[in-house]
Antibody, heavy 122, light 108 residues
């Protein structure tokens, strides 16, 4: 059974960088889009971006200038760096596995989610 | 960007009743690129429906999805106590994969 485990600093000062890592346990790293989503307190879900097994990335335009994503397929890990944070970046950050079949033109959704990491910028 | 607008914001219903949740897209895209999620307090979201109408593994058949043009619907045929939660739609039809703002299904 595939699981995602995530970790990172929970308290970050304004102007610094949020760094989070997600490890894929029990499954393949290739063929999926490894995704970060966040949820500010009491609010809805915001898609941050995704990275595929080849290292190709795709980011939310509103965050693109501050987002960096990387992956280590040998470690089956992927990471998020969000730079120059402010209080507006306070949120629960989730990693998730997206499954998109480009041959069949079908999106199978964000199938597996990590437990979330609460990040407070203060 | 494709904006997804969910309605209503809150749905107040009793167990056993039928819930109909709407998600309207600002632009057309293939219905194969629409998913629905359920989220309960303190938990990550759970995938319910992909491709607008296909239930994810393990999802009860009281959950169903449909699509008509830019309009997508999630229907819960008979609400069980565990179905009272937030529901989000999400599209994968543009490079910016957006979520709707959510519909809360609460106990009346």
């Amino acid at each position: 059974q595939v699981q995602l485990q995530q970790w990172g600093a929970g308290l970050v000062k304004p102007s610094e960088t949020v760094s989070l890592t997600c490890t894929v346990q029990g499954g393949s790293f290739s063929g999926y889009q490894w995704t970060w989503i966040r949820q500010p307190p009491g609010k809805g879900l915001e898609w941050i971006g995704e990275i595929n097994h080849s290292g190709g990335t795709n980011f939310n335009p509103s965050l693109k200038s501050r987002v960096q994503m990387s992956m280590d397929s040998s470690q089956t890990q992927f990471s998020l760096n969000l730079t120059s944070v402010t209080a507006a970046d306070t949120a629960i950050y989730y990693c998730a596995r997206a499954n998109f079949d480009s041959w069949r033109h079908h999106y199978y959704g964000l199938e597996i989610w990590g437990p979330g990491t609460t990040v407070i910028v203060s | 960007d494709i904006v997804l607008t969910q309605s209503p914001g809150t749905l107040s219903l009793s167990p056993g009743e039928r819930a109909t949740l709407s998600c309207r897209a600002s632009q057309s895209f293939s219905s194969s690129y629409l998913a629905w999620y359920q989220q309960k307090p303190g938990q990550p979201p759970r995938l319910l429906i992909h491709g607008a109408s296909t239930r994810a593994t393990g999802i009860p058949d009281r959950f169903s999805g449909s699509a008509y043009g830019r309009d997508f619907t999630l229907t819960i045929s008979r609400l069980e106590p565990e179905d009272f939660a937030m529901y989000y739609c999400q599209q994968y039809g543009s490079s910016h994969r957006t979520f709707g703002q959510g519909t809360k299904v609460e106990v009346k």
